[in-house]
Antibody, heavy 119, light 107 residues
Framework: EVQLVESGGGLVQPGRSLRLSCAAS????????MHWVRQAPGKGLEWVSG????????GQADSVKGRFTISRDNAKNSLYLQMNSLRAEDTALYYC????????????WGQGTLVTVSS | DIQMTQSPSTLSASVGDRVTITCRAS??????LAWYQQKPGKAPKLLIY???SLESGVPSRFSGSGSGTEFTLTISSLQPDDFTTYYC?????????FGQGTKVEIK
């Protein structure tokens, strides 16, 4: 069974940093691209960033470019999101999501970790 | 960047109704489109991928169609469990983008 478990969220002041982690199990982690998707309270889904299996291809939303960095450690079956210069508008539930095989979209999701940016 | 426009934002329907949600892309995305269902407090669930392929385990009352810039999600006969929110998403090119969502409500 695929499991994606996010951690690292919390309350942080504007301008500070936070690092999210996603621990993966139940599948061969380094066979799949992984992404972060967020959802502000009461709002829709927003794609944040994605990374392919070997970190050779990375994409980011314009809203986080230059502030957030996605990375992965295949030896540890883990995905990360380093978030710097946090803003109030970054407040959201952050999901880790796995890209499925055969051209699927996100076929597995974690439960999310909440990031609240406030003074 | 590719913009995804979903319509309607809200849809009121009854159990047994056939409903259709539309998603338009600002440029061609071929068939690189997915549909998700999200229930309150839960992570999204993949329903349809590559515009028209039904994800394993998803009831056959869900179907997707379209290519290029115009796509639809159809629920052939609404069930009580289907009253929730649906999102389209393009994964043709970075940055990947979601539609703003469609909430299906009970009439």
């Amino acid at each position: 069974e695929v499991q994606l478990v996010e951690s690292g969220g919390g309350l942080v002041q504007p301008g500070r940093s936070l690092r999210l982690s996603c621990a993966a199990s139940g599948f061969t982690f380094d066979d799949y691209a992984m992404h972060w998707v967020r959802q502000a309270p009461g709002k829709g889904l927003e794609w944040v960033s994605g990374i392919n299996w070997n970190s050779g291809s990375i994409g980011q939303a314009d809203s986080v470019k230059g502030r957030f960095t996605i990375s992965r450690d295949n030896a540890k079956n883990s995905l990360y999101l380093q978030m710097n210069s946090l803003r109030a508008e970054d407040t959201a539930l952050y999901y880790c999501a796995k890209v499925g095989s055969s051209g699927r979209g996100f076929d597995d999701w974690g439960q999310g970790t909440l990031v609240t940016v406030s003074s | 960047d590719i913009q995804m426009t979903q319509s309607p934002s809200t849809l009121s329907a009854s159990v047994g109704d056939r409903v259709t949600i539309t998603c338009r892309a600002s440029q061609s995305i071929s068939s690189w489109l997915a549909w998700y269902q999200q229930k309150p407090g839960k992570a999204p669930k993949l329903l349809i991928y590559k515009a028209s392929s039904l994800e394993s385990g998803v009831p056959s009352r869900f179907s997707g169609s379209g290519s290029g810039t115009e796509f639809t999600l159809t629920i052939s006969s609404l069930q009580p469990d289907d009253f929730t929110t649906y999102y389209c998403q393009q994964y043709h090119s970075y940055p990947w983008t979601f539609g703003q969502g469609t909430k299906v409500e009970i009439k």
